[in-house]
């Protein structure tokens, strides 16, 4: 039979509840471990998937600097592939004119392990240069032993560029030979470059914050700078001239050039100004203007001193230049009186007697006057400091004054004096040449009067007698019947013959009568008044005009002169004789008899021959 079983002698077991929830652990705990091994392999496939579409380089060496992996960003910039990679030591990227030593602080960094930040200029497979920015750290194990190196870096050329044409343009500006000036959107300066400050004397905390506005200078309009305004605001570029004022108050001149700055949304954020000192410039335009006006004025004036007949007139237009250019207190014209060698003051404004302008003895004396004994020009600027001229009556209390030479080939004779309050006037080479020039054409003026005045005496004088002749006689006596009838004035003829000249002429001889008609011909004009015309009308007549004369006041006059040539006394026409000279005379009026010069004369000459038929020595009308 069989063994009997019982409870004792059974095999021993757990129970069956704790068996399986053991295995329920157990389960749960390998779910765990799985999760974290999935988990952990979605890291690595996103850490995987990020560093190969990293957009920076990825580089993976051994503990030795090998390249073990390459991400594709790697391949792209650099143009090796990773089998071309791989196994090489990452300088093979090294540019050749880099030396080897620049990299000896970067594995002395990540050996002794550390993390290494810094830029590399490296070189592509083609051979170009590219820049990146790096962080290469270690990568240890469990028990801290380097066992690779991972090096992440971003293409920065670009920025590298950027910044290089910006230091370029940074040193640019602040080397600049012109001024350049930042501004907000207010106007408000928020840089200014060095230029800025040398030119301009403020410095750069003087003018932060400011408004441009602090160099504004009282000549220029406040329109300008409203339409600078209107134009940069609207986004436009102004272009112009300023004249700007330094922070010393000396005024100078810009070119400026002012544009608006835009961001991206084309929005205006910031002014610059670029501005060229052009004060120079200006000042070398202003003398060219300035010699081509006083170039211009000197023509004009020269045409008008051309055209010029009177020497009163002269002298007027003379003054009225040099005060319109160098405004002096008194201008004065000193002339020579060549007959009398004494001088004369024919111009002076404002009005001063010539005795109390001028020393008596000088007046009398010319050489006793430097300027008239040596034809140089002097002057004295500071009258308080320096000796004044003795020949000089009238003095200022304070200033100086300039006297020029007025001269006509190497003979002096006169002189141009001004005098001004203002000391060290005269001082400037430039102002005492134009003034030269002035009085140059002046003095040359004079000489073409004196030579007209000699000319015209010439041509229009009676070479015996120095009384001017028939022909000149026909011209001034139709003109001043044409000026009568204008002013509605009256205006006598006279028409004198010597009674019995042949009968001298047969006696003495022609020379004889040539002696009696000169000292007649100085008789008559002693004794006819100043604004009387005297002219030989023929051999032995004499004619005189007498403007704006009565007929019946004529002939008073002209009676008069009859008695006086027959009181007078000729002598030295014969020798030892004293002769007495009678003349007869006729008289013709205008407008009485004739309003025409032809008939005026007919008729003059018709009551001389009744005159000479009534027994001569008398006055006859018609």
């Known amino acids: 039979m069989g063994k009997k079983i019982t409870h004792q002698n059974m095999p021993h077991h757990k129970p069956e509840n704790d068996t399986v929830e053991a295995l329920k652990k157990k389960n749960e705990k390998l779910q765990a471990e799985l999760a974290r091994h999935m988990k952990t392999e979605e890291e690595l496939r996103k850490l995987s998937r990020a560093i190969e579409q990293s957009p920076g380089t990825v580089t993976i060496t051994d503990a030795n600097g090998i390249i073990e992996y390459v991400n594709p960003k790697f391949t792209e910039l650099t143009g090796y592939t990773p089998e071309e990679a791989i196994g090489q030591n990452p300088r093979i990227l090294?540019?050749?004119?880099?030396?080897?030593?620049?990299?000896?602080?970067?594995?002395k960094t990540i050996s002794s392990g550390k993390e290494w930040h810094?830029?590399?200029?490296?070189?592509k497979k083609n051979g170009e240069f590219y820049w990146e920015f790096a962080s290469i750290s270690p990568v240890k194990d469990r028990n801290g032993v380097i066992t690779h190196y991972i090096a992440v870096k971003e293409d920065i050329t670009e920025r590298k560029r950027a910044e290089e044409e910006l230091r370029k343009l940074s040193h640019a500006i602040e080397q600049s030979p012109v001024t350049v000036t930042i501004?907000?959107?207010?106007?408000?300066?928020?840089?200014?470059?060095?230029?800025?400050?040398?030119?301009?004397?403020?410095?750069?905390?003087?003018?932060?914050?400011?408004?441009?506005?602090?160099?504004?200078?009282?000549?220029?309009?406040?329109?300008?700078?409203?339409?600078?305004?209107?134009?940069?605001?609207?986004?436009?570029?102004?272009?112009?001239?300023?004249?700007?004022?330094?922070?010393?108050?000396?005024?100078?001149?810009?070119?400026?050039?002012?544009?608006?700055?835009?961001?991206?949304?084309?929005?205006?954020?910031?002014?610059?100004?670029v501005k060229e000192d052009i004060t120079e410039r200006k000042k070398a335009e202003e003398e060219r203007n300035r010699h081509l006006q006083e170039l211009e004025d000197i023509m004009s004036y020269s045409t008008i001193m051309n055209e010029e007949v009177e020497e009163e007139a002269l002298f007027q237009h003379m003054a009225t230049a040099l005060q319109e250019r160098f405004n002096p207190d008194i201008i004065a014209v000193i002339m020579l009186d060549k007959e009398k060698n004494m001088l004369y003051?024919?111009?002076?404004?404002?009005?001063?007697?010539?005795?109390?302008?001028?020393?008596?003895?000088?007046?009398?004396?010319?050489?006793?006057?430097?300027?008239?004994?040596?034809?140089?020009?002097?002057?004295?600027?500071?009258?308080?400091?320096?000796?004044?001229?003795?020949?000089?009556?009238?003095?200022?209390?304070?200033?100086?004054?300039?006297?020029?030479?007025?001269?006509?080939?190497?003979?002096?004779?006169?002189?141009?004096?001004?005098?001004?309050?203002?000391?060290?006037?005269?001082?400037?080479?430039?102002?005492?040449?134009?003034?030269?020039?002035?009085?140059?054409?002046?003095?040359?003026?004079?000489?073409?009067?004196?030579?007209?005045?000699?000319?015209?005496?010439t041509t229009i004088t009676d070479d015996l007698t120095g009384v001017y002749?028939?022909?000149?006689?026909?011209?001034?006596?139709?003109?001043?019947?044409?000026?009568?009838?204008?002013?509605?004035?009256?205006?006598?003829?006279?028409?004198?013959?010597?009674?019995?000249?042949?009968?001298?002429?047969?006696?003495?001889?022609?020379?004889?009568?040539?002696?009696?008609?000169?000292?007649?011909?100085?008789?008559?004009?002693?004794?006819?008044?100043?604004?009387?015309?005297?002219?030989?009308?023929?051999?032995?007549?004499f004619a005189i005009i007498m403007p704006n004369m009565f007929i019946t006041r004529a002939l008073v006059k002209a009676d008069g002169i009859r008695q006086q040539i027959?009181?007078?006394?000729?002598?030295?026409?014969?020798?030892?004789?004293?002769?007495?000279?009678?003349?007869?005379?006729?008289?013709?009026?205008?407008?009485?008899?004739?309003?025409?010069?032809?008939?005026?004369?007919?008729?003059?000459?018709?009551?001389?021959?009744?005159?000479?038929?009534?027994?001569?020595?008398r006055l006859a009308t018609p």
């Not at 090294?94 to 594995?107: M, T, V």
């Not at 810094?118 to 070189?123: L, R, T």
């Not at 040596?374 to 004044?388: F, L, M, R, W, Y």
């Not at 027959?566 to 205008?590: C, H, R, W």
């Open 566 to 617: 027959e009181n007078t006394d000729f002598k030295d026409i014969v020798p030892e004789q004293i002769l007495n000279v009678t003349i007869s005379m006729g008289a013709a009026s205008y407008p009485e008899h004739s309003t025409e010069r032809e008939m005026l004369i007919k008729l003059a000459y018709e009551a001389l021959c009744k005159a000479r038929k009534e027994g001569s020595n």
């Open 118 to 123: 810094g830029e590399f200029c490296n070189k």
């Open 345 to 457: 003051l024919p111009f002076i404004t404002p009005s001063i007697p010539i005795s109390e302008f001028i020393k008596d003895e000088v007046i009398h004396y010319p050489s006793l006057c430097r300027v008239m004994k040596t034809g140089e020009a002097h002057s004295v600027d500071d009258i308080n400091k320096e000796p004044v001229c003795e020949c000089i009556l009238h003095k200022a209390e304070r200033g100086g004054y300039l006297c020029f030479p007025l001269k006509t080939g190497d003979t002096t004779i006169g002189s141009v004096i001004m005098q001004k309050k203002d000391i060290y006037c005269w001082k400037d080479e430039k102002t005492r040449k134009l003034i030269s020039n002035y009085i140059g054409l002046t003095a040359l003026a004079l000489q073409r009067l004196e030579l007209l005045d000699i000319a015209k005496h």
């Open 183 to 273: 501004t907000d959107i207010k106007g408000n300066i928020e840089y200014v470059n060095p230029k800025f400050t040398e030119l301009t004397g403020y410095t750069q905390e003087e003018v932060i914050g400011k408004n441009p506005s602090i160099l504004k200078s009282d000549t220029m309009p406040s329109d300008t700078y409203r339409e600078v305004w209107e134009t940069i605001t609207s986004g436009k570029e102004w272009r112009g001239e300023f004249c700007n004022k330094k922070k010393n108050g000396e005024l100078y001149w810009e070119f400026a050039s002012i544009s608006p700055v835009k961001n991206q949304k084309g929005e205006i954020t910031h002014f610059i100004a």
């Open 94 to 107: 090294k540019p050749d004119h880099i030396p080897s030593e620049e990299y000896k602080e970067l594995w």
């Open 469 to 541: 002749n028939r022909r000149f006689f026909n011209e001034i006596l139709g003109k001043h019947i044409s000026l009568a009838k204008r002013r509605n004035e009256q205006l006598t003829l006279l028409i004198a013959n010597v009674d019995h000249f042949h009968y001298l002429t047969d006696t003495y001889g022609h020379t004889t009568g040539d002696r009696l008609l000169q000292q007649l011909a100085r008789a008559l004009s002693d004794y006819a008044g100043n604004s009387d015309i005297i002219a030989r009308f023929g051999d032995e007549e």
